[in-house]
């Protein structure tokens, strides 16, 4: 059994480190496509706000119902918060490979506020995708104590993830993009 652990955890791991390297290289490396059919994008990082804040509303009450003993709910409302989460990644790259990346102009005081709030975004995401997918591995395999141990860790860092990750649009919105 603990082989399976082994070959699971390590394969969470692949798929995570790949996909954080394609982020970082559709950020930082890409050159953004410039079909003038897809002009569309400009609602994408609201509509990643949406799915982000729809997430964390998820994660939130999905703990709230497990303190409760409401089991059923909170598989329901983790998958939920699993599924926008996965539906804002989609969105995320779609913004990102038809836009290219937002710079911010913001000045004064709310330049090191943003930036604290986006580095610390960026950090934690990296940490919470292997998070979430090996909770849920736990869960899955009803591996009860690891998935409540782990769970207590993941929890704050995906809820904080979603929340910032609605803030940055939020400042990039009011103090310009």
Request: charged residues 10%; positive net charge; proline residues 5%.
């Amino acid at each position: 059994m603990i082989r399976h652990n082994i070959k699971a955890f390590s394969l969470i791991g692949i798929i995570s480190a790949i996909a954080i390297i394609f982020l970082f290289w559709l950020i930082y490396f890409s050159n953004p496509s410039t079909d003038p059919k897809m002009n569309f994008v400009g609602f994408l990082p609201y509509t990643n706000a949406f799915f982000n804040t729809c997430s964390a509303f998820c994660i939130f009450f999905g703990v709230q119902a497990i303190k409760k003993g409401e089991r059923d709910k909170h598989i329901r409302l983790m998958i939920t918060s699993f599924i926008f989460s996965s539906i804002f990644l989609v969105s995320y790259i779609l913004y990102h490979h038809f836009h290219g990346d937002t710079k911010f102009l913001g000045t004064g005081p709310i330049r090191p506020i943003y930036f604290f709030i986006l580095i610390s975004h960026i950090i934690l995401s990296i940490a919470a995708l292997p998070m979430v997918l090996s909770t849920f591995y736990l869960a899955w395999k009803e591996k009860w104590p690891s998935h409540k141990k782990l769970a207590k860790l993941t929890y704050p860092i995906w809820l904080y993830v979603s929340v910032t990750g609605v803030l940055v649009v939020f400042i990039l919105k009011i103090f310009g993009a």
